[in-house]
């Protein structure tokens, strides 16, 4: 057995490590369900990659990833928020990640949905129609590329709207030149505070009327809605109030396995950040959900829930610090460097906790390389022991 001396806020003890994990890839992509993970990057050794720099990205390494997420049978959410958009990636290196991931996922037959934006704006306030040609911009390179479209939330129109009017002026222009049905994707402000008060209105029930009275108008556009607001029943009732042939994607990386599971009255699909971080154990759940074995379903997820309550604790943005060190210690990428330098954005005691909690998960299929890995980082954090 593998054993290694990690730290802990009581001072640190020995922890060993279990079995190696299982990641045989399934037979197909799971049935019952749609799902996607949102993928990250993984920087360029040799770049820059300090904050405010220009993105560097290891593409080798980066795709690769996303080969990983299809041979478990998900599908890939791509230039998300996972990605670090409106956190290091810039456009240029999205603009190139988008034509990139979607051509990967032609080669490889695999699903990949990316995210349209309007970040290439400079911050702050714009006119209304700048914005909407924005997006309409970004939706040019999705559409041209061959990927599927999520519209993600713009810090724009959040720093620029007044009213919820002026929120489904700007989604209707663009909803309206989408060439096939989209996600559009909520996200609030726990994971990024400067979206505070989309959709019109910091009162979650005034902006969820405004937000289902674009869905409804939309219907026949909108493939899902992708709902990261990390409040289960708000999402169960949004999910119960959507227009039939709409999907809910689960976006709440923390109620993820009873959202999945469902009740009687329906379910949610699944656009995860954390099923990047937990693919081949997410993937094992999903297919006995197939079978309709539901306590194999919950003891195979049980284990991640605190491992993703913990990669998604406050301050959460930095929770793509998480997801990229889980890829790192499982073997993913060659090193543990990201863009805008955001390596730094947990500290070691977190770091520690997480390989901990990503053992007891099963994510870790090489234990020796997982524990070399883990003791170099804390030798440079001057705890080598």
Not at 39 to 51: C, E, I, L, Q, S
Not at 65 to 79: E, K, M, S, T
Request: hydrophobic share 45%; aromatic share 8%.
């Amino acid at each position: 057995m593998t054993s290694l001396w990690l730290p802990d806020e009581d001072g640190g003890s020995v922890h060993t490590l279990g079995a190696p994990a299982d990641w045989t890839p399934p037979p197909a992509p799971p049935k019952s369900r749609v799902v996607y993970a949102a993928a990250h990057v993984a920087a360029d050794p040799y770049g820059d990659n300090t904050p405010g720099a220009p993105a560097a990205i290891d593409w080798d390494a980066t795709l690769a990833f996303r080969r990983h997420l299809w041979r478990q049978g998900l599908g890939v959410a791509d230039a998300m928020d996972t990605a670090q958009r409106g956190m290091g990636l810039d456009w240029a290196a999205t603009s190139e990640l988008i034509r990139r991931s979607a051509a990967e996922a032609r080669a490889c037959g695999g699903t990949v949905a990316v995210g349209v934006g309007t970040d290439h704006l400079p911050p702050g306030p714009h006119d209304l129609d700048r914005i909407a040609e924005a997006y309409l911009e970004q939706l040019a390179v999705a559409e041209d590329a061959g990927a599927g479209v999520i519209l993600m939330a713009s810090r724009a129109l959040a720093a620029t709207a007044r009213t919820a009017e002026d929120y489904l002026e700007v989604y209707r222009r663009v909803l309206g030149q989408c060439s096939g049905r989209v996600i559009l994707h909520w996200l609030g402000e726990v994971f990024d505070p400067a979206l505070r008060g989309y959709w019109g209105s910091t009162d979650i029930g005034t902006a969820t009327t405004a937000f289902l009275e674009l869905v409804k108008e939309n219907a026949g556009g909108i493939d899902g809605v992708k709902v990261s607001l990390l409040d289960a029943g708000h999402e169960v009732a949004l999910r119960r109030s959507l227009p039939a042939g709409v999907r809910l994607y689960t976006g709440d990386d923390f109620h993820y396995p009873e959202l999945i599971r469902g009740d009687e009255l329906g379910h949610s699909d699944a656009l995860l950040g954390i099923f990047a971080g937990i693919a081949p154990v997410a993937a094992r759940a999903l297919h006995a959900l197939d079978r309709g074995d539901l306590d194999a379903y919950d003891a195979l997820l049980a284990p991640t829930v605190p491992l993703s309550r913990h990669v998604f604790a406050a301050p959460t943005p930095y929770y793509k610090t998480g997801i990229a060190f889980l890829a790192w210690i499982a073997g993913l990428q060659p090193g543990f460097v990201m863009v805008g330098g955001l390596q730094s954005g947990r500290g070691i005691l977190h770091l520690a906790r997480t390989f901990r909690l990503a053992d007891a998960a099963g994510l870790l299929p090489d234990p020796d390389l997982a524990a070399a890995r883990m003791r170099s980082l804390l030798a440079t954090a001057g705890l080598a022991r």
